[in-house]
C-alpha cells in the first residue's frame, strides 16, 4: 500500500486549503483513514479519521468545526479541508491507512505517507 500526499504549500491566516491523497495498493475500502501532522519540534498528533465502515468522521478539538475530512472510494482517495487557517496549522500533514475500520491513534495506522508541509502565514 502507497499513499501520496498532495495540496499542500503556503496558505494565508484566515484562508482554506485542502489536501489529497492518492491510495494506491489498498485492496478493501473497509479500512479507514486519516490524517495526521507535525507540527516544528511538537509530536505527531491526530487531526481527523474517517471509518471505512460508516463513513463517521472524527476531528481533533483544534480543527473541530473548521474541518472536513471525505474520500472517493471510486478514485481511491482521501481529502481533507481546513478553513479559517492559523499559525497552529503550519506542520507537516499526512495521510494514513487504519489497521482496522477506523482510528484516532497513531498507533491504529500501519501505512503512511511521506507527508505534505503546509505553512500557514500571518
Known amino acids: 500500500v502507497r499513499l501520496e500526499e498532495s495540496g499542500g504549500g503556503l496558505a494565508q491566516a484566515g484562508g482554506s486549503l485542502r489536501l489529497s491523497c492518492a491510495v494506491f495498493?489498498?485492496?478493501?475500502?473497509?479500512?479507514?483513514m486519516g490524517w495526521f501532522r507535525r507540527a516544528p519540534g511538537k509530536e505527531r498528533e491526530f487531526v481527523a479519521s474517517?471509518?471505512?465502515?460508516?463513513?463517521?468522521?472524527d476531528y481533533a478539538d483544534s480543527v473541530k468545526g473548521r474541518c472536513t475530512i471525505s474520500r472517493d472510494t471510486v478514485k481511491d482517495a482521501l481529502y481533507l479541508e481546513l478553513n479559517n487557517l492559523n499559525s497552529d496549522d503550519t506542520a507537516v500533514y499526512y495521510c494514513?491507512?487504519?489497521?482496522?475500520?477506523?482510528?484516532?491513534?497513531?498507533?491504529?495506522?500501519?501505512?503512511w505517507g511521506q507527508g505534505t508541509q503546509v505553512t500557514v502565514s500571518a
Open positions: 474517517i471509518s471505512g465502515l460508516t463513513g463517521e468522521a
Open positions: 494514513a491507512r487504519s489497521q482496522s475500520y477506523s482510528g484516532t491513534h497513531g498507533d491504529d495506522f500501519n501505512y
Open positions: 495498493g489498498s485492496t478493501s475500502d473497509l479500512y479507514g
